[in-house]
């Protein structure tokens, strides 16, 4: 009823709501649409034998491995971070506030090079990690360092509005009653960011997974060592094997559309919970 | 948020200890490697950096660079503009199938964001063999790069714009038109400029992420020098060929493009808070 009334008295329903629609099917759906029609096209077999290599699956074990790994490290210093950033008042907290979106605002091929420079055994920290025997740069923990780098925004933005929002209340009253600051944190606080800290992880795997820029440079690129999916991609298409790119590429977006749907459930959950 | 009282305040040593980690880890992953950038930059005098940046492949990468943001950033904003009048003015079914939709971008690896394109517009692709009868090229050229990039760029400015629409309600329009306003002069007049702020903010996180895509535009890029490269493109290039102080130099300007939108960022954030305190 009020939804009919509203329809007529605002202008612009139909022109937006169609430009909105055909836009996003043009740009978006069809395009997308089209990788599982062509996966499709291969048939099952062709799928599976385009799939069901060597080189394939070891780029998968990495990307996804790396990707969950980078995801949990910035779950750790995301929380980290966030709880500084929003309980704690010192000088230069401001600036180091802003500064935590760099990873969004900076290019990732800079980030890639930037990256790759600082940890080659030349480098500034890849020389101090040499004389140790820890190599970075062009192995598995040079990847790890680029996903850890733009992932961290995710958690730390997820989990900043949630901190900051939490009843000051409950946690006195835990003191009250005789628990240790530990005990409270553990027992009062925690519980309360789980959903977020599990949402802003999920993020930061979900861009891991797909991430290039800031990553092909620093990672060696080895088949069947250093070599990511998103890669993997780039050089089937680079040697005319449009069918193992699609191929590929239709299992990486069924990853992503998982993802996306977890996330959503996720966000939902926890804006019911913080409403409630 | 209330003063802390004493009991849930950590104890000094907490404090330290936590702030000097947050410090620490922030200072190693992003202002090292940010530092870094410009250090190497500048490396081998002001000289060399000058040359680098003003050197004939790299201007015609940063004219193409700015050309691509100039065509999909507006598209882009005016989508933005029509899919939050929509989604937030008017109910109907399915709104957040839309709103899932217009996010799905995001969550495309930019690999595979410029691959549908030649799936769509390569010679082997849906349309090749027509495009190639009419002798449009689109993949390996600039209109290929053009469509990557607004695929990449697609939800920055709506998924600004909608929380913030839905929020305000629709009491100013219908004021607006109660008192005889046409419906684009009630767009003009009320709902513009109170959203020109968010507006102005998902323009710019779009347009960073435009000039700066690299991913995307890699696919679809010919990476034809002087002609399809982009400036990250172009920084790659001269990175692979080892030649380190020149691809730090580009690298330098997408930087400070990368500062500048953070800059542009928090003030608008802070503009905001003034805003929503006011109301």
């Avoid at chain 1, 062509?38 to 060597?54: I, Q, V």
């Avoid at chain 1, 996903?147 to 901190?163: A, D, E």
Wanted: aromatic share 12%.
């Amino acid at each position: 009823m009020q939804a009919n009334k509203r329809r007529r008295i605002l202008p612009g329903f139909g022109l937006s709501l169609g430009f909105t629609v055909a836009y996003l099917g043009l740009v978006v759906l069809f395009p997308l649409l089209l990788v599982f029609v062509k996966a499709s096209g291969l048939g099952w077999r062709g799928f599976y034998e385009a799939l069901a290599t060597d080189r394939v699956w070891a780029a998968c074990r990495l990307t996804f491995g790396l990707s969950l790994l980078a995801g949990l490290l910035n779950g750790v210093f995301g929380l980290l971070i966030a709880w500084v950033l929003a309980r704690y008042q010192f000088p230069g907290r401001r600036f180091l506030d802003a500064s935590v979106d760099l990873p969004f605002a900076m290019p990732t091929a800079v980030a890639g090079i930037a990256l790759t420079t600082l940890y080659a055994p030349n480098g500034w920290i890849g020389s101090l990690l040499k004389p140790y025997g820890i190599k970075v740069a062009f192995a598995p923990a040079g990847i790890l360092i680029a996903l850890v780098f733009i992932g961290l925004p995710f958690v730390v933005r997820t989990l900043q509005p949630v901190l900051e929002d939490l009843e000051v209340a409950q946690e006195e009253a835990a003191a009250s009653l005789g628990a240790s600051r530990w005990k409270t944190f553990q027992r009062v606080v925690l519980p309360q960011l789980v959903p977020a800290l599990i949402t802003g992880t999920t993020l930061a795997f979900a861009r891991a997974v797909g991430e290039y820029g800031s990553v092909v440079f620093i990672a060696g690129n080895m088949p069947g060592k250093t070599e990511i999916l998103p890669l993997l991609i780039i050089t089937k298409l680079e040697q005319y094997d449009y069918p193992g790119a699609t191929a590929l590429a239709s299992m990486m977006l069924v990853v992503s559309f998982g993802l996306l749907l977890l996330i959503n459930y996720l966000q939902r959950k926890t804006l019911v919970r913080n409403q409630a | 948020m209330s003063a802390p009282s004493r009991s849930t305040q950590d104890p000094a040593w907490t404090r330290v200890l936590l702030i000097s980690g947050a410090v620490g880890f922030l200072v190693l992953f992003l202002f090292v490697p940010l530092t870094l950038v410009f250090a190497e930059a500048f490396r081998k005098g002001i000289k060399v950096y000058a040359d680098a940046v003003t050197e004939a492949n790299a201007l015609s990468a940063i004219v193409l660079t700015v050309t691509v943001a100039l065509i999909s950033v507006p598209l882009n904003a005016v989508f933005g503009i029509a899919a939050s009048w929509a989604i937030a003015k008017f109910s109907f079914k399915g709104k957040s199938l839309l709103l899932s939709l217009i996010d799905l971008p995001f969550a495309v690896s930019p690999v595979v964001s410029g691959l549908v394109w030649i799936l769509l517009c390569g010679t082997r692709g849906l349309f090749g063999p027509w495009l190639q009868e009419h002798n449009i090229q689109i993949v390996f050229a600039v209109p290929g790069m053009v469509l990557a990039t607004v695929f990449v760029t697609f939800p920055f400015v709506a998924r600004e714009l909608i929380p913030l629409m839905q929020a305000q309600g629709n009491d100013q329009e219908y004021a607006a038109l109660s008192l005889g306003a046409s419906g684009w002069q009630t767009f003009r007049r009320v709902t513009l400029p109170n959203i020109k702020w968010a507006l102005f903010y998902g323009i710019i996180l779009c347009n960073a992420r435009a000039m700066g895509e690299f991913g995307a535009v890699s696919v679809v890029s010919g990476h034809i020098r002087g002609e399809t490269n982009t400036l990250p493109l172009h920084v790659e290039v001269l990175y692979n060929e080892y030649n380190s102080a020149a691809a730090f130099a580009c690298a330098s300007i997408l930087s400070l493009l990368g500062l500048l939108t953070l800059g542009l960022k928090t003030f608008i954030e802070w503009r905001l808070r003034l805003h929503r305190q006011k109301h």
